[in-house]
């Protein structure tokens, strides 16, 4: 029961895409990706903590805030994704349970930019500025999810997601200034004076995925995987490139202790676009395309009826994209069936 605690489709930061990551990376680690738990609703919360992403690549400077002479130094950040998961006892498709689920994250983030010269504020080389925020980033709904029992202990998930447009802010409330010297500034600062890496993306994304299992004598070896489409950034005029990421897992059960491996992927299946407004159509943008590979350890205990893992990984490589040290608690808390 305990690794059979599955979820869903989350999704949250990172940076070839206008800004953050469609997934959450290596949030479902650990989690058995084929199956679905016992009818009822269920309470996860993922407490995500990033202490220091550092900046891969030319698309980064290119994502995130900042200013003439500038180059993107640091975020770090937390990231809480709560969700709700509701697997009723009487509906079946197609020979498979069925189960839906609703996740808002939220997420604080300080970004820390170092300047290489001159800036509009009176900052000069090597002195740094930013800002911490918190805010919402964009809804996620996974209208179905739909997982069926194979033979010799194998499980297979389908599930779809839709995140919405609807986080706190996003590039399109970024303000434009001019330099002290005439010059045009890429400075763009919300406007309230600071400059902060904004809490969500500002256009729609909707996510196939399919998760496999298998499960046999305490085992779970387990591959999650999703294909992102973001639609058009209508305020920036900005489109996302298509994005697959997967979530891997092998981990064994020995009473209430849970101890394996996960891994994680992401990476973008070609350049992002831009449309300058000239007439000519959006354009794909040289050295956007993300890529970001980590792998680590985790640990599971199970409280009866609550569980917690602890997931912990390290980068492997990156490109296009933020790369650092991340580490994720997970809880899950059966909400009972509530007359299911």
């Known amino acids: 029961m305990c690794l059979a605690l599955a979820v869903v489709t989350l999704v949250s930061p990172a940076y070839a895409e206008e800004l953050w990551d469609f997934h959450l990376r290596g949030v479902d680690e650990g989690l058995a990706a084929g199956?679905?738990?016992?009818?009822?609703?269920?309470?996860?919360?993922?407490?995500?903590?990033?202490?220091n992403?550092?900046?891969?690549?030319?698309?980064?400077?290119?994502?995130?805030?900042?200013?003439?002479?500038?180059?993107?130094?640091s975020l770090g950040g937390y990231v809480d994704v709560p969700v709700l998961l509701w697997v009723p006892s009487t509906c079946k498709f197609l020979g498979?349970?069925?189960?839906a689920a609703i996740a808002q994250p939220f997420d604080y983030t300080n970004l820390r930019i170092k300047n290489a010269g001159p800036n509009i504020d009176g900052s000069t080389l090597n002195s740094f500025n930013g800002g911490a925020q918190w805010g919402a980033y964009n809804t996620i709904l996974v209208p179905?999810?739909?997982?069926?029992?194979?033979?010799?202990d194998f499980r297979i998930k389908n599930a779809f997601s839709v995140g919405f447009n609807d986080s706190t802010t996003?590039?399109?409330?970024?303000v434009i200034y001019t330099t002290v010297s005439g010059n045009t500034a890429?400075?763009?600062?919300?406007?309230?004076?600071?400059?902060?890496?904004?809490?969500?993306n500002g256009y729609y994304t909707f996510t196939p995925q399919i998760g496999i299992s298998w499960l046999h004598a305490g085992w779970n070896v387990s591959a999650e995987m999703f294909y992102t489409v973001a639609t058009k950034?209508?305020?920036?005029?900005?489109?996302?490139?298509?994005?697959?990421?997967?979530?891997?897992?092998?981990?064994?059960?020995?009473?209430?202790?849970?101890?394996?491996?996960?891994?994680?992927?992401?990476?973008?299946t070609g350049n992002d676009s831009f449309d300058n407004g000239d007439g000519t159509g959006y354009h794909s943008q040289p050295n956007t395309r993300t890529m970001n590979y980590s792998m680590g350890p985790l640990i599971g205990y199970n409280f009866g009826p609550c569980s917690l893992m602890f997931i912990y990984n390290f980068p492997l490589k990156t490109e296009?994209?933020?790369?650092?040290?991340w580490c994720n608690l997970r809880l899950v808390i059966p909400l009972g069936k509530l007359g299911l």
Not at 96 to 99: G, I, L, P, R, S
Not at 170 to 174: K, T
Not at 320 to 325: I, P
Request: hydrophobic share 35%; net charge negative.
């Open 170 to 174: 996003s590039p399109a409330n970024r």
């Open 96 to 99: 498979a349970n069925y189960a």
């Open 35 to 51: 199956a679905l738990p016992p009818p009822g609703f269920y309470f996860i919360n993922n407490f995500y903590f990033v202490p």
């Open 233 to 268: 950034d209508t305020t920036t005029n900005y489109q996302s490139a298509d994005e697959f990421a997967a979530d891997y897992t092998v981990s064994y059960t020995c009473g209430k202790w849970t101890f394996g491996v996960g891994a994680a992927q992401e990476v973008q």
């Open 186 to 200: 890429a400075m763009r600062q919300q406007p309230d004076g600071g400059i902060y890496a904004e809490s969500g």
């Open 144 to 152: 179905y999810i739909l997982s069926w029992q194979l033979p010799c």
């Open 53 to 73: 992403f550092i900046g891969y690549g030319s698309a980064v400077s290119q994502s995130l805030p900042r200013g003439e002479g500038q180059s993107f130094t």
């Open 320 to 325: 296009n994209d933020v790369g650092g040290e």
